[in-house]
């Protein structure tokens, strides 16, 4: 008979097993293959396998990621968000000039007659009737006037303009109305008022 050693040596499932061996252990077909066989050639690989306790494979701890170490004596810089952010001043704007009394005119209508008063835009117009003396006091707020308006005396046949006075802050118009003729409204336009009278 052989020695053992020649016949493992010449076996080709226990030469495939050797070649099936990483790190240490063996594969698991290999070692199926042994255990299951009744080859007298295998008996002391049988014996070897069964004293073996495969032992699971180690796990390493995980390692944390090295952190930098904190830089003594700076802070990060402060975060500034988009909402916090400083907005431009803008210029006040300039206070809207009042308007000017440019021109008075009168002229007949077919309810009798009509005020136009021009200052360049809309102003409001205050009245103070007086119909048992037959005077008419308009008071313009916040209105300046031109020189030639103040020495302007439109009228018509029956109602006219007595008088035109400007105080620091307004601008008063009289208008004198003959018997029959009576305050008939104001009303304001784009360039200034309109007061209407109406006659007998």
Request: aromatic share 0%.
């Amino acid at each position: 008979m052989a020695p053992v050693g020649v016949s493992e040596a010449g076996d080709p499932l226990l030469a495939t097993a050797r070649q099936a061996i990483d790190h240490g252990v063996l594969a698991a077909e290999s070692r199926t293959a042994i255990m299951a066989s009744n080859a007298p050639v295998h008996a002391r690989a049988r014996v070897l396998l069964a004293e073996l306790v495969e032992a699971p494979p180690a796990v390493l701890p995980r390692t944390p990621p090295p952190t930098a170490p904190p830089v003594v004596g700076t802070s990060p810089p402060p975060i500034v968000s988009p909402e916090t952010e400083p907005k431009p001043a803008t210029a006040p704007l300039p206070p809207r000039a009042k308007p000017t009394l440019e021109r008075l005119a009168m002229k007949a209508t077919s309810r009798g007659a009509s005020l136009s008063i021009h200052a360049g835009r809309g102003v409001l117009v205050g009245v103070a009737n007086q119909p048992e003396a037959g005077v008419v006091r308009l008071v313009l707020d916040d209105v300046a006037a031109a020189a030639k308006v103040l020495a302007s005396r439109p009228g018509v046949s029956g109602a006219r303009v007595r008088d035109v006075s400007a105080g620091p802050k307004s601008v008063r118009i009289t208008l004198e109305l003959d018997d029959g003729w009576r305050f008939g409204g104001v009303s304001r336009t784009s360039t200034g008022a309109r007061v209407d009278l109406v006659g007998p």
